[in-house]
């Protein structure tokens, strides 16, 4: 069962990609990468992490357009994946990589600050 739900999770993740890219045409959606999906041990959730390139506001916008389109996007998962129940998509943003950033920018500064 773990293995089919680690496979489950990677080809979410490609086929969520795919569908936001080239098949959702609202201007509200900005540039998202789909980093990661975790799903629920009953495969019934999953909850889609994301990098939105722009500020804070674009993030906002971006987040609740695809909050609004996860029905068009579950519909088409269902058409490319086949399975006995489609997750309930929730979108969440994943500002790991902003937090890494800044800490690496404080302990950075920190060095300099010593070296002096």
């Known amino acids: 069962m773990r293995y089919r739900k680690l496979r489950l999770q990677d080809q979410l993740r490609e086929e969520i990609s795919?569908?936001?890219q080239r098949e959702i045409k609202d201007?509200?959606?900005g540039f998202v990468?789909?980093?990661e999906v975790?799903?629920?041990n009953d495969l019934k959730i999953a909850k889609?992490?994301?990098?939105v390139y722009g500020e804070d506001e674009d993030k906002k916008k971006t987040i609740e357009a695809?909050?609004?389109s996860k029905g068009y996007i579950k519909f088409r998962l269902g058409k490319r994946i086949q399975l006995k129940y489609m997750p309930?998509?929730?979108f969440l943003i994943d500002n790991t990589f902003e937090k890494a950033a800044r800490i690496e920018e404080i302990l950075r500064k920190e060095v300099y600050v010593q070296e002096d």
Do not use: A, H, N
């Open 18 to 20: 795919f569908i936001i």
């Open 33 to 35: 990468t789909i980093l």
């Open 38 to 40: 975790k799903m629920s």
């Open 66 to 68: 695809l909050q609004r």
């Open 27 to 29: 201007p509200r959606v």
């Open 88 to 90: 309930d998509l929730t």
């Open 48 to 51: 889609v992490y994301c990098s």
